[in-house]
């Protein structure tokens, strides 16, 4: 049964910082290629940060050179370093796995970004 667990959200004011962290199970964690995405209200989810199982890293242009996406192989976890936080980057923040034909979703984390 493959499981995400996200943590690490939370309220914090414009200029700062937070790291939200995602443990699987379930899957070869290693081999994955892993994503955050976000969703704010009322607006569609979006794609923020990938991470290869090699490695490389993709990011949304909105959050390029302030946030940074690792992963930790031997915890099974993935990253997501998020600097110069902005009242819009407030959001529900969901990492995800692709991993034998299917989306696997965690339950989400909320960050709220004051201004």
């Known amino acids: 049964q493959v499981q995400l667990v996200e943590s690490g959200g939370g309220l914090v004011q414009a200029g700062g910082s937070l790291t939200l962290s995602c443990k699987v199970s379930?899957?070869?964690?290693?081999?994955?290629?892993m994503n955050w995405y976000r969703q704010a209200p009322g607006k569609q989810r979006e794609l923020v940060a990938t991470?290869?199982?090699?490695?490389?890293?993709n990011y949304a242009d909105s959050v390029k050179g302030r946030f940074t996406i690792s992963r930790d192989n031997a915890k099974n976890t993935v990253y997501l370093q998020m600097n110069s936080l902005k009242p819009e980057d407030t959001a529900v923040y969901y990492c995800?796995?692709?991993?034998?034909?299917?989306?696997?979703w965690g339950q989400g984390t909320q960050v709220t970004v004051s201004s």
């Open positions: 379930g899957t070869f964690f290693s081999i994955n290629d």
């Open positions: 991470i290869t199982g090699g490695g490389s890293t």
């Open positions: 995800n796995v692709p991993w034998l034909g299917n989306d696997y």
